[in-house]
């Protein structure tokens, strides 16, 4: 078996052990090394689903969906069920995932553990928001069963809480009704980051799904110019396009990054003036997970691996404080191809240590160049703090201890919900 790693492959680092659970092997959990950690579909970014001692807990094996209500549209399923193998059983039925991420690859557990988010973010806020019920299997043996408001405050707990709460064993949600797979997307181009904000307003006011891509190498009056996609289910119709995914996969290790100054302005330019067709019918697994259609994509960015930055700005501080971070990544040359712009509504989040929050959200990709690199990061590590920003753990291999616990004050409280028997490199970079 080879060693899990991160999506974003960084950090490098291996577990003492690796142990695939099943329903048949789980009463072996208690003879483990510690700490233990679980580790769904390898899609997270970073150190918070790895481990340099113990043991890894593989949970991909839970893979049993429990009760799907089709009436009520409530599905009950097993951790390591993945969103595609979800919305594959719920979509034919009339329901779709009230918030799902950038990917359907991701699992169950790991989306509940990591509270992601989605482009409906300002109308449906994140995935531990439509989490009815769940069920922990703590390293001392017990199983506790947490929902909503429970008493103890073991479900704020492991909403976003990194895994850290013990292992989720299955997983209750709220489904939302839809028509048929189909999604309504209108493109509007912007000049700028003056004219993102004001279309913005308005798109979400309307539409229930809004992001933009942006150029994030565009400077002067283009600073911040980009595509805003915004989205909505398709109603009911008696006819339908027929829908065949295609995919295509990078099939081995490139030994350096495609991804550099001069093909990151040519892409950006040819996707910023590709021809724009106001309103298009289109399938669902286009618009919310195109990447997924690139097996392997993380190849593109070499060897060496890549990493994400991604931060939230509070609204007070958002126009400052993402033209100050778009100015300063294109003034080193660095970025990426998938340069995410999105406003969280202002719904709080269930979870002690969620990311989303009322205010602005930017994620690049970032090749892993070494110091130069880490240079960067430093720089809008700074312009984040002072913005009194946070970055987003399910993203991070590298993020200083100081701004992971002013971004997220309730830190310390949630020491007491931690099973002494799990850890994580992440949380032991950032609170040791």
């Known amino acids: 078996m080879s060693t899990p790693r991160s999506w974003n492959r960084l950090p490098r680092v291996k577990p003492n052990a690796v142990y695939a659970l ?6 072996m ?25 113990g043991t890894l807990l593989l949970t991909r094996g839970l893979d049993r969906f429990i009760v799907f209500d089709r009436k009520q549209g409530i599905l009950c399923c097993e951790a390591g069920v993945t969103l595609a193998e979800i919305l594959a059983l719920v979509v034919p039925h009339g329901w779709f995932l009230p918030s799902t991420p950038g990917t359907r690859l991701a699992t169950v557990g790991g989306s509940v553990a990591n509270d992601v988010h989605g482009k409906n973010h300002h109308a449906m806020g994140s995935f531990g928001h439509h989490v009815r019920a769940l069920e922990l299997w703590r390293s001392d043996g017990s199983v506790i ?8 405050g073991l479900f704020s707990a492991t909403i976003g809480g990194l895994g850290l709460t013990g292992l989720i064993r299955w997983v209750e949600l709220q489904l939302m009704p839809i028509h048929n797979p189909w999604m309504w997307v209108e493109s509007q181009r912007f000049a700028n980051l003056e004219e993102f904000w004001a279309l913005n307003r308005r798109a979400e006011a309307s539409w229930p799904y809004s992001v ?43 030994p350096f990054s495609m991804i550099n100054g001069l093909s990151l302005r040519a892409f950006n330019t040819l996707y910023y003036w590709q021809p724009l067709k106001r309103q298009v019918l289109t399938h669902y697994v286009p618009y ?23 931060c939230v700005i509070p609204p007070c501080e958002a126009e400052a404080a993402i033209a100050s971070l778009l100015d ?6 660095e970025g990426s191809f998938l340069a995410v712009l999105k406003t969280f509504g202002s719904k709080p989040s269930l979870g002690m240590l969620s990311f989303p929050r009322p205010g602005t959200t930017l994620a690049l990709d970032f090749p892993n160049r070494g110091d130069k690199t880490l240079r960067l990061f430093e720089r809008l590590d700074a312009i984040v703090r002072e913005a009194g920003g946070a970055l987003y753990p399910g993203k991070d291999a590298r993020m200083p ?32």
């Open 22 to 27: 099943s329903q048949r092997g789980d009463c």
């Open 29 to 53: 959990l208690d003879t483990l090394p510690r700490p233990l950690l679980a580790y769904g579909n390898g899609r997270s970014y970073g150190d918070v689903c790895l481990t340099e001692q």
């Open 145 to 152: 069963e947490c929902r909503p408001g429970d008493s103890v």
């Open 212 to 254: 933009a891509w942006i150029d994030c190498l565009a400077q002067g009056k283009a600073q911040g110019r980009g595509i805003l996609l915004t989205g909505q289910h398709a109603p009911a119709q008696a006819e339908l396009p027929v829908f065949k995914e295609y995919s295509k996969r990078i099939p081995v290790d490139l």
């Open 288 to 310: 919310f997970y195109p990447l997924d259609a690139i097996q392997n994509w993380n190849r593109i960015y070499g060897r060496n691996g890549f990493y994400q930055y991604q």
């Open 328 to 333: 300063t990544i294109a003034r080193y040359g």
């Open 401 to 432: 201890a100081s701004l992971f616990q002013s971004g997220y004050p309730q830190w310390e409280a949630f020491d007491k919900y931690i099973d002494p028997g799990f850890s994580s490199r992440f949380w032991q970079r950032v609170t040791l």
